[in-house]
């Protein structure tokens, strides 16, 4: 892989979606940079927000009325008036509550500035602890960053420039990489540091034990329910590390079902005598010709097994509805809708301490007497060799389209080649198109095969238990570890394949790279899009969390520069609410004594208006007689005495 690079700057980190995946990278320096600011930006954010509390509560008790005598509550208000940092308000709230108590009983003027010193102790404590952990906090929110590389594209392995050697190495060298990487993350709990390069650090698949034989049943062993599924299920590939929006969104599927098989007449046993005219012994396994080269799939010569070697391990592979192949298997083996991996094993002079009853490992012949300098009993192999195959399918949808059922459209679940031609019918974005082509270059090796790529038998986990070609205890699944773990390293292959893709292959096959062009809209976007995890000299933030810590301590800090304004406004709109009120109360008593006054007699000049029209019937209408209205009898008798003059009382009112 070539050297990493990071992107820094703004970008969305779809996995958390448009509004809080949008993430802002920055360097190491940058970040240390951040982070101290941010500590000290929330500190000081604690002490404003303290003020505007001592503000509030003084305030709130500045109408109180109040002696020459009581300095106590003077005191506190010149405290709380002239308040700046919470820490050194409450320092002197206690001391003046304490010299309180010297001279007068606990009260509640006491426990009243003992509680405000706690509430400034309260905040102080929590303005430290959020200086602290907020920033972290924030950065661990978004833990992902893009990676920028210059060379974009992949090696070409099949390139007439690229000698079969490099290939091979190439391979090899992706081979270990991968299976390093499974050994170390996947199913390991908990997850160490190296496991964090990629956007997942392990793809999640499911498995099914005793499943039908994928293979004819004159191959199968012991019984038609001796397979093994493994199936990771749709993958996105946001968790593969492409980050696409949801329109351009891909899912991925591999399923692999192995099985061990038998070899009946498939193996013969041949003598050939050499160049050197020396004689040989061999076992030949008639499973499919290496296209034109041999006729037979395997051999193994007799003397191998008692010349000291360990495990010999070789994996073959043949593509369905692909033309040209390196091995094309028997009927019996070929699968027109899955790709086909063959294993076979020859365990040669492994001794085992203990029988051993796998199917891909059986040991049962025993031997009593000194091997390797000790004299025990061991059991050796059953036979010559072991064979396993593998049918191997995979699969891709379209998540933003679904059938009437509800599901995504998908490819047949098939065979690499077979879902690189179908997929023109699952109606993908551009995006979405190009991330199925990048992984139909990654597919080709993908599978059981390219997990064993050349490693031999370092490819087993049963090699790790040998010492001295013995061998120590093997359980009764021995080969469902074995398939395991070569399916888990075909799923990192794929992992490890994105972010190469991005970066670039390594220098030394670089030559022979296939390389995108990043001025193109759409490749300039897929190699422009593709995640890991965190590099060394790279931090991620969430940028919605920054905006929200700087824009709601801006808010503290200004109210808490504005109190003084801000409390002289809000009085004069108390006032003018006064105002309003008062007006619309004195208008209502206004409009009340009016219509009490509707509701009275009404008189016309000084008679009433009703006793004037029976008065004057028959007279010109409109004419107003001029006859004074009767005075209640309740009034004083002594307006006449002061000679203000006044007319007879009406004894009733017409």
Known sequence: MAVLQTYTGSWINYSRGPIFGATITFSTHTTDILQ??????????????????????????????????????????????????????????????????????????????????????????????????????????????????????FSNLTSIQMSPSLSNLKQKQDTVTAATYARNCYGVDPKPPQCKRFTRPEITWTSK??????????????????????DTGYIDSLDLGINGAPQDRLLFRKATICAPLMANELAKLVNETDEFGHQHTYVQLYFGPINGILNYTYQYDLATGGAGSGYNL??????????????????????????????????????????????????????????????ATYYFADTYFHILACAEQYQYCNPNSHDTNGQPHC???????????????????????????????????ANIFGSIGGSGAAALRASDIIFHQVSGTLPDNQWIVEVSAWFETALARIQHGVVEFATGPPDAFASDAVLMNRETENWGRLCSSIKFGNADDQQSFSALGVGLTFALGCTVILVSWCLDWISW???????????????????????????????????????????A??????????????????????????????????????????
């Open 36 to 153: 101290g600011c941010l500590a000290l930006f929330i500190n000081y954010v604690g002490s404003q927000f303290w003020t505007i509390i001592s503000f509030a509560m003084h305030r709130l008790r500045e109408s109180r009325q109040i002696t020459a005598a009581d300095g106590f509550h003077q005191e506190r208000q010149a405290i709380l008036k002239t308040s700046a940092a919470p820490g050194a308000t409450a320092w002197d709230l206690f001391v003046l509550a304490f010299n309180h108590l010297k001279k007068k009983k606990y009260d509640k003027e006491t426990f009243g500035a003992v509680v405000l010193a706690f509430v400034a102790v309260l905040i102080y404590g929590c303005s430290l602890a959020a200086g602290i952990t907020i920033p972290p906090a924030i950065k661990a929110a978004s833990s992902e960053s893009l990676i920028l590389g210059g060379n974009c594209g």
């Open 209 to 230: 034990s005793n499943v039908p034989c994928p293979f004819d049943s004159t191959l199968c062993k012991v019984n038609q329910s001796t397979g093994y599924s493994m």
């Open 314 to 375: 070789e994996s073959y592979l043949s593509y369905a509805q692909f033309d040209t192949q390196m091995w094309s298997p028997i009927p019996a083996l070929n699968r027109t809708d899955a790709d086909v991996s063959l294993v076979i094993l020859a365990q040669n002079s492994v001794a085992y301490i203990e029988p051993v009853d796998d199917p891909f490992f059986a040991a049962h012949v025993d031997f009593n007497g000194l091997f390797q300098s000790r004299n």
């Open 411 to 445: 490819t047949e679940l098939s065979s690499s080649v077979a879902i690189q031609r179908q997929k023109s019918t699952l109606n993908l974005s551009q995006f979405a198109l190009l991330t199925a082509g990048l992984f139909d270059t990654l597919l080709p090796l």
């Open 569 to 611: 406004y809000l009085e004069w709109i108390v006032k003018r609410l006064q105002k309003v009120l008062k007006k619309d109360m004195d208008g209502g008593e206004q409009r009340d004594r009016e219509a009490a006054m509707e509701l009275m007699p009404r008189c016309v000049g000084t008679v009433p208006e009703a006793a």
């Open 613 to 654: 029209e029976e008065a004057n019937e028959g007279e010109e209408p409109g004419v107003v007689p001029t006859q004074e209205c009767p005075r209640d009898n309740t009034e004083p008798e002594n307006q006449e005495a002061n000679g203000a003059g006044t007319t007879e009382r009406a004894s009733e009112l017409v």
